[in-house]
């Protein structure tokens, strides 16, 4: 179950996003969105250091998981998904490294 990995990639979406299609409350929902990331980062890599099968199909999970996070992350901005990249935009690493991104800042 890559139900985490999807919130993941649904919230890196949002922060990735979101200053330029919801810059009104940013601040706000910005900090509340990074926190997300950085709690499913716990558990995603929780899930992968228990299990060696999960490890393995970790890029097929992270395709699969990223076609359901753009149009999750297209409902919530709201924007039209034709504006969120069809393919994950991160290397499986980048998406689980919590140097990769920044906190947002307003």
Do not use: N
């Amino acid at each position: 179950d890559f139900t985490h990995l999807q919130m993941l990639l649904a919230h890196l979406l949002k922060l990735h996003l979101g200053r330029e299609h919801k810059p009104h409350d940013f601040a706000q929902t910005g900090r509340g969105w990074w926190l997300t990331v950085r709690e499913q980062r716990v558990r995603v890599q929780a899930k992968l250091a228990r299990s060696g099968t999960l490890r393995a199909e970790l890029a097929q999970a992270l395709e699969e998981a990223y076609a359901a996070a753009r149009l999750g992350a297209a409902r919530d901005l709201p924007i039209d998904e034709t504006l969120v990249s069809a393919t994950c935009p991160w290397t499986a690493e980048e998406v689980l490294e919590a140097s990769g991104f920044a906190p947002p800042v307003a």
